[in-house]
């Protein structure tokens, strides 16, 4: 019996890390990369590309999830705005895509 309760408890405990996925990006590790590849667009919306800083712009692309902003810049991404290139063009890893995708959120909100 007591066994379920900590495996059910071991459950909650992975949910919780789940939903803060944030937490596995290092955004102060992203800063360098977005101040070198992504800023062009980022900063003023060039190709219309939504603001850092402009928190009316980014809610509604945080409510996404981390994962899936992290999976659209990675990847590319086109929406309503316009097409987010591939890695802004560069050929990072995933990993520092995720950590300026979580540096670029962490400046949004
Ligand atoms: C050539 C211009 C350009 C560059 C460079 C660029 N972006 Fe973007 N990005 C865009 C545009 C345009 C959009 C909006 C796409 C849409 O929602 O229609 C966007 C959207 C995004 C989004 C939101 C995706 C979503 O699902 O809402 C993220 C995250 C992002 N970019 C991250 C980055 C990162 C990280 C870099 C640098 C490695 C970068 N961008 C470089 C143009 C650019």
Redesign the pocket.
Known sequence: MSRIITMSLFGIVLAGLSVDASAAYDATAGKS??ES??R???KRG?????IVGDQAAWAP?IA?GIE???E??DLG?????????A????S?STVA?GN??AY?VEQSK
């Open positions: 990369l977005y590849s992504c062009a667009c980022h060039i190709f219309n590309a939504p692309r996404k899936t902003l992290v659209h810049a991404f086109t929406g309503k705005n316009g097409i987010m290139p890695k802004g063009g560069t990072a895509i300026t995708t670029m």
